[in-house]
Protein backbone atom coordinates (compact mmCIF):
# COMPACT_ATOMS: atom_id res chain seq x y z
CA UNK A 1 0.00 0.00 0.00
CA UNK A 2 0.97 3.11 -1.01
CA UNK A 3 0.45 6.25 1.49
CA UNK A 4 -1.38 9.10 -0.53
CA UNK A 5 -2.37 12.68 -0.14
CA UNK A 6 -6.45 13.89 0.92
CA UNK A 7 -8.39 16.95 0.54
CA UNK A 8 -11.04 18.73 2.45
CA UNK A 9 -12.34 22.29 1.64
CA UNK A 10 -14.89 23.48 -0.35
CA UNK A 11 -14.63 23.45 -4.45
CA UNK A 12 -15.97 25.79 -7.32
CA UNK A 13 -16.11 23.38 -9.90
CA UNK A 14 -15.47 26.27 -12.78
CA UNK A 15 -12.24 26.31 -11.64
CA UNK A 16 -9.66 27.91 -9.05
CA UNK A 17 -11.09 29.12 -6.39
CA UNK A 18 -10.39 32.39 -4.78
CA UNK A 19 -7.99 33.26 -2.35
CA UNK A 20 -4.75 31.96 -4.55
CA UNK A 21 -2.66 34.64 -3.58
CA UNK A 22 -3.57 33.56 0.51
CA UNK A 23 -2.62 30.15 -0.14
CA UNK A 24 0.77 30.71 -1.95
CA UNK A 25 1.44 33.04 1.24
CA UNK A 26 0.39 30.31 3.83
CA UNK A 27 2.11 27.54 1.51
CA UNK A 28 5.73 29.74 1.62
CA UNK A 29 4.92 30.31 5.42
CA UNK A 30 4.60 26.86 6.30
CA UNK A 31 7.45 25.58 4.27
CA UNK A 32 9.35 28.78 6.60
CA UNK A 33 10.66 30.71 3.69
CA UNK A 34 11.13 34.20 3.20
CA UNK A 35 9.61 35.78 0.15
CA UNK A 36 12.94 35.86 -1.29
CA UNK A 37 14.44 32.56 -0.52
CA UNK A 38 10.78 31.35 -1.67
CA UNK A 39 11.23 33.55 -5.15
CA UNK A 40 14.24 32.11 -5.84
CA UNK A 41 13.78 28.59 -5.78
CA UNK A 42 10.57 29.56 -8.07
CA UNK A 43 13.39 31.39 -10.06
CA UNK A 44 11.71 34.66 -9.66
CA UNK A 45 12.76 37.80 -8.11
CA UNK A 46 11.00 38.95 -4.71
CA UNK A 47 8.69 41.92 -6.48
CA UNK A 48 7.14 38.74 -8.50
CA UNK A 49 6.66 36.43 -5.83
CA UNK A 50 5.07 40.06 -4.07
CA UNK A 51 3.05 40.48 -6.95
CA UNK A 52 1.74 36.66 -6.86
CA UNK A 53 1.36 36.67 -2.96
CA UNK A 54 -1.12 39.83 -3.84
CA UNK A 55 -2.65 38.59 -7.05
CA UNK A 56 -1.19 41.47 -9.03
CA UNK A 57 -0.19 39.25 -11.53
CA UNK A 58 -0.12 35.37 -12.21
CA UNK A 59 3.02 33.10 -11.55
CA UNK A 60 4.33 30.69 -14.77
CA UNK A 61 4.01 26.74 -15.07
CA UNK A 62 7.52 27.21 -14.39
CA UNK A 63 7.47 28.75 -11.04
CA UNK A 64 4.58 26.39 -10.03
CA UNK A 65 6.35 23.43 -10.71
CA UNK A 66 9.92 25.05 -9.15
CA UNK A 67 7.46 25.28 -5.65
CA UNK A 68 5.87 22.54 -6.11
CA UNK A 69 9.04 20.49 -5.77
CA UNK A 70 10.25 22.35 -3.25
CA UNK A 71 7.51 20.75 -1.36
CA UNK A 72 4.35 22.98 -1.70
CA UNK A 73 0.88 21.14 -1.65
CA UNK A 74 -0.27 22.25 -5.31
CA UNK A 75 -3.93 20.92 -4.84
CA UNK A 76 -4.48 23.19 -2.32
CA UNK A 77 -2.40 26.08 -3.62
CA UNK A 78 -4.68 25.08 -6.80
CA UNK A 79 -7.68 23.87 -5.73
CA UNK A 80 -8.24 24.96 -1.95
CA UNK A 81 -8.08 21.53 -0.62
CA UNK A 82 -6.00 20.88 2.45
CA UNK A 83 -3.33 17.39 2.10
CA UNK A 84 -4.49 14.67 4.95
CA UNK A 85 -3.55 11.37 5.06
CA UNK A 86 -4.86 8.13 3.16
CA UNK A 87 -3.99 4.55 1.44
CA UNK A 88 -3.98 3.51 -2.50
CA UNK A 89 -3.65 0.15 -3.28
CA UNK A 90 -0.52 -0.15 -5.87
CA UNK A 91 -2.68 -1.61 -8.52
CA UNK A 92 -4.73 1.01 -7.83
CA UNK A 93 -1.77 3.98 -7.88
CA UNK A 94 -0.54 2.35 -11.56
CA UNK A 95 -4.13 3.15 -12.85
CA UNK A 96 -3.81 6.37 -11.64
CA UNK A 97 -0.32 7.13 -13.00
CA UNK A 98 -1.88 5.85 -16.60
CA UNK A 99 -4.93 8.16 -16.48
CA UNK A 100 -2.27 11.00 -15.54
CA UNK A 101 0.04 10.28 -18.57
CA UNK A 102 -3.10 9.74 -21.07
CA UNK A 103 -4.53 13.09 -19.64
CA UNK A 104 -0.94 14.94 -20.34
CA UNK A 105 -1.01 13.73 -23.80
CA UNK A 106 -4.44 14.50 -24.76
CA UNK A 107 -3.32 17.99 -23.54
CA UNK A 108 -0.36 17.83 -25.75
CA UNK A 109 -2.84 16.40 -28.49
CA UNK A 110 -4.71 19.31 -28.16
CA UNK A 111 -1.82 22.00 -28.98
CA UNK A 112 -1.69 22.67 -32.76
CA UNK A 113 1.53 22.07 -32.57
CA UNK A 114 0.96 18.92 -30.67
CA UNK A 115 4.17 19.59 -28.14
CA UNK A 116 4.41 20.27 -24.30
CA UNK A 117 7.80 21.21 -22.93
CA UNK A 118 9.33 18.87 -20.42
CA UNK A 119 7.82 21.56 -17.64
CA UNK A 120 4.71 21.51 -19.07
CA UNK A 121 4.28 17.66 -18.99
CA UNK A 122 6.05 17.71 -15.59
CA UNK A 123 3.64 19.90 -13.78
CA UNK A 124 0.46 18.42 -15.31
CA UNK A 125 1.36 15.00 -14.53
CA UNK A 126 1.76 16.29 -10.94
CA UNK A 127 -1.62 18.45 -10.86
CA UNK A 128 -3.58 15.60 -12.65
CA UNK A 129 -2.19 12.36 -10.49
CA UNK A 130 -2.76 14.77 -7.49
CA UNK A 131 -7.00 14.98 -8.56
CA UNK A 132 -7.09 11.54 -9.51
CA UNK A 133 -5.58 10.39 -6.35
CA UNK A 134 -8.13 12.76 -4.12
CA UNK A 135 -11.09 11.53 -6.25
CA UNK A 136 -10.29 8.00 -5.67
CA UNK A 137 -10.00 8.41 -1.88
CA UNK A 138 -13.23 10.35 -2.20
CA UNK A 139 -11.95 13.42 -0.95
CA UNK A 140 -13.03 15.57 -3.83
CA UNK A 141 -16.45 17.44 -2.91
CA UNK A 142 -19.64 15.03 -5.25
CA UNK A 143 -19.49 18.54 -7.18
CA UNK A 144 -16.12 17.72 -8.68
CA UNK A 145 -16.24 17.88 -12.63
CA UNK A 146 -13.17 15.76 -13.60
CA UNK A 147 -14.54 16.17 -17.25
CA UNK A 148 -14.82 20.06 -16.68
CA UNK A 149 -11.22 20.32 -15.02
CA UNK A 150 -9.92 18.70 -18.16
CA UNK A 151 -11.67 20.05 -20.73
CA UNK A 152 -10.45 23.46 -19.67
CA UNK A 153 -6.87 22.30 -19.21
CA UNK A 154 -6.94 21.71 -22.85
CA UNK A 155 -8.75 24.33 -24.23
CA UNK A 156 -6.19 26.67 -22.35
CA UNK A 157 -3.53 24.30 -24.05
CA UNK A 158 -4.67 24.34 -27.31
CA UNK A 159 -4.41 27.79 -28.20
CA UNK A 160 -0.41 26.56 -29.24
Known sequence: ???????????????????FGQRLKEERKRLKFS??????????????QLQYESEASTPTVRYLSAIGAAGVDLS??????KTQSGTISPEKQEQIESRAF???????????????????RRFLYQM????????????????????????????????G
Not at 111 to 120: F, H, I, P, T, V
Open 35 to 48: QESFATIGGVKRLA
Open 76 to 81: YLLFGM
Open 102 to 120: EWVEECANARQDGKLSAEM
Open 128 to 159: IKGVLIQIELGKYPANFDIDLLKTQQIASLGK
Open 1 to 19: MINMSTQTSTFDAQGIPSG
